[in-house]
Nanobody, 121 residues
Framework: QVQLVESGGGLVQAGGSLRLSCAGS????????MGWYRQAPGKQRELVAG???????DYADSVKGRFTISRDNAKNRVYLQMNSLKPEDTAVYYC???????????????WGQGTQVTVSS
């Protein structure tokens, strides 16, 4: 069965950095698009970044230039490097197995349990 396990969340001061990691299993990781979503309290879950099997990336405007998504198919992992963090980045971050529609990432119903990221001002 599909499993996605996130790690790397934590508490960081504004301007700091964190690197999230997601380990995928139960499917052929290398041929799937992967993505990161986040959900803040009282808000809808939103796309942060997605990456196709070939490395094409898709970012939310709010994180462009600050966050970088990458993948290591040999390790079945997808990463989210988050720099210049802001308090508004505070949320639970979820890993997703999805697909691409052109250059846009589209989620599918495969989610990890999430990892909390808290950015203090």
């Amino acid at each position: 069965q599909v499993q996605l396990v996130e790690s790397g969340g934590g508490l960081v001061q504004a301007g700091g950095s964190l690197r999230l990691s997601c380990a995928g299993s139960g499917f052929i990781f290398s041929i799937n698009a992967m993505g990161w979503y986040r959900q803040a309290p009282g808000k809808q879950r939103e796309l942060v970044a997605g990456i196709s099997s070939g490395g094409t990336t898709d970012y939310a405007d709010s994180v462009k230039g600050r966050f970088t998504i990458s993948r290591d198919n040999a390790k079945n992992r997808v990463y989210l490097q988050m720099n210049s963090l802001k308090p508004e980045d505070t949320a639970v971050y979820y890993c997703n197995r999805g697909t691409m529609s052109g250059t846009n990432y589209v989620s599918r119903a495969y989610w990890g349990q999430g990892t909390q990221v808290t950015v203090s001002s």
